[in-house]
Nanobody, 123 residues
Framework: QVQLVESGGGLVQAGGSLRLSCVAS????????MGWFRQAPGKEREFVGI???????YYPNSVKGRFTISRDNAKNTVYLQMNSLKPEDTAVYYC?????????????????WGQGTQVTVSS
């Protein structure tokens, strides 16, 4: 079992930055693909990026160039650095874990989820 706890959300003005953290319990953190998703009210949960177990990252076009994922395997932590934030980035942000060497990008591929952290971007 893996437990995930996100932190770092908050209220920020458009153009600002936030860094989210996700701490994982359990062993073998480095063997997990760590994904970030977000869900705005009334919308489906949306993929915003992944740190694969080998460390490479991938982002959808909606956030590419603004969001950066990094991980510290010694601390069992993955980060989501968000820059140039826009009001449309407002959502609850979730981290998720899947023990794979692949590149899961959909909700159903992930086995473990955090509780989410709210990010609100004001215009």
């Amino acid at each position: 079992q893996v437990q995930l706890v996100e932190s770092g959300g908050g209220l920020v003005q458009a153009g600002g930055s936030l860094r989210l953290s996700c701490v994982a319990s359990g062993r073998a953190f480095s063997s997990y693909a760590m994904g970030w998703f977000r869900q705005a009210p009334g919308k489906e949960r949306e993929f915003v990026g992944i740190s694969r177990s080998g460390g490479s990252t991938y982002y959808p076009n909606s956030v590419k160039g603004r969001f950066t994922i990094s991980r510290d395997n010694a601390k069992n932590t993955v980060y989501l650095q968000m820059n140039s934030l826009k009001p449309e980035d407002t959502a609850v942000y979730y981290c998720a874990a899947d023990q794979t060497v692949g590149m899961p990008t959909t909700v159903r591929e992930y086995d473990y989820w955090g509780q989410g952290t709210q990010v609100t971007v004001s215009s």
